[in-house]
């Protein structure tokens, strides 16, 4: 744990995440990612002499059998205050509008509705889990489906909100996340698109050129961070 607190650290203090006066929602979407970021900023944050307040934001999208109390009692445990905001996100991308690609129009809004309940509760800037090989199957996924060099930032500002959307997980990798969140309660994910998406083929794709270039996604990560030698705006 104490490599992955070192990895956020790295990253906020890089790339200026986290400032003192900040109100930090994290958006706990009840999956191992957005748990560990939680639990890592709350270390940060008493190690760290940079003060700031840190709540946990979960956005409820109606999917029955999603039960976030193991989630709650985390947050309590942590004394950490956690808001729960009910959606009608899944019957609007899977009943009203069909969608064929589901994931990317219930990414949009579950981010939109995320700006808007952090704001709500007074934060100033939304932390997200996304980590190091999110960055590269974006990367990738941008490439292969749109023809554009592209990924997402580690810090942006959403301005119909202004709250500023911050990713202090960038330099952790997600098998470093599966080892250090076995004990967290994760919450299973009933949804039907899970494990059969856009990027779940993307993820497949990346795992066979690993096992012939051994250190593809390293140099892609590499590529897209170093600011002295790329030219892909994130």
């Known amino acids: 744990m104490r490599k992955v ?13 986290i400032e003192d006066g900040d109100t930090v929602a994290v958006g706990v979407s009840g999956g191992k990612d957005s748990l560990l970021l939680l639990l890592a900023l709350k270390e940060f944050q008493k190690f760290n002499k940079i003060k700031f307040n840190l709540i946990g934001i979960t956005i409820d999208p ?12 985390f947050c309590q445990k942590l004394d950490i205050p956690y808001f729960i905001e009910k959606t009608d996100i899944y019957d609007i991308v899977f009943n009203v509008r069909k969608e064929k690609n589901p994931c990317s129009l219930c990414a949009k809004m579950r981010r939109g509705a995320l700006c808007d309940a952090a704001k709500k509760y007074g934060a100033n800037k939304l932390a997200l889990g996304h980590h190091q090989d999110d960055m590269i199957e974006t990367f990738m996924l941008s490439l292969i489906y749109e023809g554009r060099f592209s ?12 709250i500023t959307v911050i990713r202090p997980l960038l330099y952790v990798s997600e098998y470093e996340v599966k080892m250090k969140s076995k004990d967290l309660p994760v919450v299973t994910n009933p949804c039907p698109a899970d494990k059969s998406s856009k990027r779940a083929e993307i993820k497949a794709l990346l795992e066979y050129l690993r096992s012939k270039y051994p250190n593809i996604k390293e140099n892609i990560f590499k590529s897209l961070t170093d600011k002295s030698r790329n030219q892909i705006d994130i």
Not at 62 to 73: A, C, M, Q, R, Y
Request: proline share 3%; aromatic share 8%; net charge positive.
């Open 5 to 17: 607190i070192s990895k956020v650290s790295k990253a906020i203090l890089q790339w200026n995440l």
């Open 62 to 73: 109606n999917i029955k059998g999603l039960d976030f109390s193991g989630v709650s009692e």
């Open 151 to 162: 990924t997402f930032s580690p810090k942006s500002l959403m301005t119909r909100t202004g």
